[in-house]
């Protein structure tokens, strides 16, 4: 059996959405290593009967739930704007041009 594992932070919000098929294994790692570890105050667990359907739901929650510190698939920016407004702001006010710059080239 595979789980789908969320982690949420003292607002409620959602930091992380994982799979794994040895959950207390996997969520020690994100402890030791995590940025959203030191966040997260609750846990939820679904349990899966394959891990492709563990994988699907965890690309629809990612798609739709908007958690903080999923990195893969979810727009690039999206991700900017969280890492930059969290824990205190709201990332829908961070202009990432602004932050990372936008590459132009050299005039010639």
């Known amino acids: ?10 607002r409620d919000r959602l930091l992380y959405v994982g799979v794994s098929d040895v959950e207390f294994t996997r969520l ?25 359907e563990a994988e699907e739901a965890e690309r629809t929650a990612i798609a739709d739930e908007d958690p903080v510190f999923n990195y893969q698939g979810r727009p690039t920016r999206r991700f900017l704007q ?5 824990p205190d ?4 006010a961070v202009d990432v ?3 990372i710059g936008r590459y132009r080239p050299p005039e010639t």
């Open 28 to 52: 020690a790692q994100h402890g030791a290593s995590s940025q959203w570890a030191v966040y997260c105050v609750k846990l939820t667990f679904q349990r899966c009967l394959t891990r492709e």
């Open 1 to 10: 059996m595979t789980i789908l594992y969320r982690a949420f932070d003292d």
């Open 82 to 86: 969280w890492m930059r407004a969290y």
């Open 97 to 99: 041009d602004a932050v």
């Open 89 to 92: 702001g709201d990332p829908d």
